[in-house]
């Protein structure tokens, strides 16, 4: 059996408390197959919060351990363990002797992926208790008729008491798919910009029904700036954004008690180039789980288009900044197209916009000065020039 301890946690990407003492390390529950193991693995910190985290004993043995899990017959099956039970939870028939050959994807994140030419398995690492939003969006996607998201087959959960903790989705392979982040360099052509927005579109059209939960207005965190940029007078335009900050805190405070003529709905959440693929006939767009460091309640809540519509747009700015281009008829030319497959104003989308546009740059500026200090000069540029 593996052993895990935190020198194990600590090697992983995906492991979030590497900065937090820890009490107790503990195998919490554990489903034995022929072909592996499968481990939920409890982390108590000395603070008394506890993280849940699945793990594989053999992550190059999962696609048989799948195999085994899915092979069954009905839509549901139950798997015993010692505290809690296995939920294994297929949506359609599919061929499981196909899931055999999937392989673990290198440059692991908050999750791991594996995947072969026909079926893709996202595993979430950090277990969160409650409905998870991807495996709810892609199956509202499919009901909807939006063409443009992988296919939802099947999704492995725990369930102890009342709670429940999604452990993993298996769902179709985008094939021949590159990242539109990758495909966009040197050609933001404004026909692809607009075959974007119409998508982007249609997925918010087809995420209209799937309902969420109420969020209040969520906090931008101008005072985390504050402290990072007093901090950090040193990187260029830090005392110029500094200087300004109030200013563009007053004015998102008159933003906020602007009449949105957009109803909150659900949304993508985390939209950006590296969350669409592009197969040289259509985009498809990926990752449903929305932003990771957001509780699972957060990314299950009704907001505004403009969360996704800003992402993008900050995305495109980020593309102007790494491949030295202009992206400002790209970016019309996406916004147009939306407005006009939503049938609505593309005054009133760019004036939706804007507020989510700035509450983007000011996260972007906080993270940058905290993790990528050289690309600082993105957001501040936004901030500084665009508002």
């Known amino acids: ?100 050959d999937l392989i673990r994807l290198e440059g692991e994140q908050s999750n791991s992926s594996f995947l072969n030419k026909k079926y893709f398995f996202k595993l979430f690492r950090r277990l969160l208790n409650g409905i998870h939003p991807e495996n709810e969006v892609l199956l509202t996607l499919q009901k909807n008729g939006f063409s443009a998201s992988a296919q939802c087959f099947a999704s492995l959960s725990y369930l102890e008491g009342n709670s429940i903790y999604v452990l993993g989705i298996l769902s179709s392979v985008i094939e021949q798919a590159s990242s539109a982040w990758d495909y966009f360099q040197g050609n933001f052509s404004t026909t692809l910009a607009a075959e974007l927005g119409k998508v982007t579109a249609d997925m918010h059209k087809a995420l209209k029904t799937l309902s969420g939960n109420i969020l209040k207005e969520s906090e931008v965190p101008f005072f985390k700036l504050e402290k990072l940029l007093k901090a950090n007078l040193e990187i260029p335009s830090a005392d110029l954004l500094l200087q300004k900050l109030p200013a563009l805190q007053e004015l998102h405070t008159n933003y906020q008690k602007e009449i949105s003529n957009f109803p909150c709905q659900r949304v993508h959440g985390d939209y950006h180039l590296g969350q669409i693929l592009y197969d040289s006939k259509k985009f498809w767009v990926v990752d449903f789980e929305g932003e990771p460091s957001r509780s699972l309640s957060y990314r299950r809540s009704l907001q505004s288009i403009g969360v996704d519509l800003a992402g993008m747009l900050r995305s495109f700015r980020y593309a102007s900044a790494v491949f030295l281009t202009d992206t400002s008829k790209a970016e019309n030319a996406f916004l147009e197209s939306y407005a006009k497959c939503a049938k609505c104003e593309i005054s009133e989308l760019q004036k939706e916009c804007r507020r989510f546009y700035l509450a983007k740059a000011i996260y972007e500026a906080c993270y940058e000065l905290e993790f990528r200090p050289t690309w600082f000069s993105v957001p501040a540029k936004a901030l500084l020039e665009e508002f």
């Open 1 to 100: 059996m593996k052993m895990f301890d935190q020198a194990f946690l600590n090697s992983k990407r995906w492991f979030k408390g590497k900065n937090r003492p820890i009490q107790k390390i503990q195998i919490k529950d554990s489903f034995v197959l022929e072909s592996n193991t499968l481990f939920l693995l409890s982390v108590l910190f000395e603070d008394g919060n506890e993280d849940l985290y699945a793990i594989f004993e053999n992550d190059k043995n999962v696609g048989i351990c799948l195999a085994e899990f899915f092979n069954f017959n009905g839509s549901t099956r139950t798997i015993l363990g010692r505290f809690g039970q296995l939920q294994v939870t297929r949506n359609q028939e599919f061929s499981t002797e196909n899931l055999k």
